[in-house]
């Protein structure tokens, strides 16, 4: 049953009006029934892709579908303290925020169907004068849904994804024996080596609801699986919990997965290629409906043209840490070198596909979706309304050559530098999730300036006289 919400009704309000649909609620009630479901996690997103939350009895399902759950603020900067010893995102005295679950998220967890959880958009509380009810604002994972919408009613355009997650697996058995000289990637060999952990993984995704659709084994312990693309924001929600899907296969393995962009030198790194195409009802418009060869429509020349113009702005998130930039340094390694874009060219920065997508090879493994999804919105958006040049295409290995646009930042400072300085980038995120983002990633790097590293110890430490 549905009322009739006031004039004067909050963003809370509405999406407690949406979460009264009694025909959910009795489905998902149904589901815990059947499942023996006995806990429910009502979890959300940091800015760093973080998952938090808390777990509820599920008898309170109707409770919480109305109230939601209560966290402090802080817990967005994951509780982070700065060096001057401040508490990131409003300090102790914060505010507490209110998370409410999106019915349509609810999944039991095929490792245990006696828990369950949500994804859960947050507000501020109602208490608050004048922002009371509101959307708060470091919320990443609400702050793409508006996004998206807004950009869908102003063109009449989605725009889908998909990831490519690379990540490293360590542990008992997993030693990958080849010749120094020789790659071990698409050896079949290793793959069955790594048989428990595909199988398990591949098992609870699509208990979970993906498609899953292939995989390989591309350098020592690195593990590619990969699910069909689909609507930005589920492709979001759905990187997140395959991240949760690998910790738990890890825990019952006995094994390590890692997501570190750059486990060690000469090594590959971990990337998340985003793979994007916009749509018009059925149809994706970066293509023409008919012609073989590759090609990009206009809309999918002016959206390239966004997204290399505001590449350089966007690495701070697409490259989030320290460790991310060793990946673009080691040059030869599939990883970009600038912002450019080919026909089918694995060296680009972005990659027109032969099935008419744009594979954005900027984002690594522990990239946060909702803000890469987000900065990729805003810029295609700048490209759409400014009718943007990308150029022509790279012709050739783009290590040997020169691109038109901001060079490729090289390390977390010079990122954040760049972020700081581009509007397009900051308005797809808003002031207040930009503040906290900057913040936590400046004090992140200036820790890591003040850190004595193997490195020194080994070039300094009996050189001289």
Known sequence: MTTTLPGSATALDEHRERNADRAAIEAIEKRIADAGVEYIYYQAVTVTGRVIGKVVPAEHLLRNVEKGVHMHRTVMADFQVDRAGNLLGGGTQA???TALPDLDTFAVLPWDTSVARFFCRLYEPEHRLEIGG??????VRGNLLRLHKDFTARTGLELRSGCEPE???????LEARHRPDDSPAYRVDLLEQSRPIYQKVISYAKALGFTMIEGDYEDPGQIELNWMFDHADLTADRLITYRQICRQVGRELGVKPSFMPKPATGMMGNGCHHNLSLWRGDENVLAE???REL???DIGMHALGGILTHAAASMAVMGPTVNSYKRYWDSGQFAPSQINWGMDNKTCTVRLSANGRLEFKLPDAMVNPYLSHAILLGAI???LDNRIDPGAAQQGSSYDSRARFAPLPLNLGEALDSFSADRVVKDALGPELVELYYDYKADEWARFCGVVTDWEHMMYSEDTP
């Open 295 to 297: 090609h990009l429509t």
């Open 381 to 383: 958006s700048d490209g």
């Open 95 to 97: 505010a507490e925020f």
């Open 167 to 173: 990540m490293t697996w360590t542990g008992p058995g």
């Open 134 to 139: 509101q959307p708060l604002t470091t919320d």
């Open 289 to 291: 409906p008919g012609r």
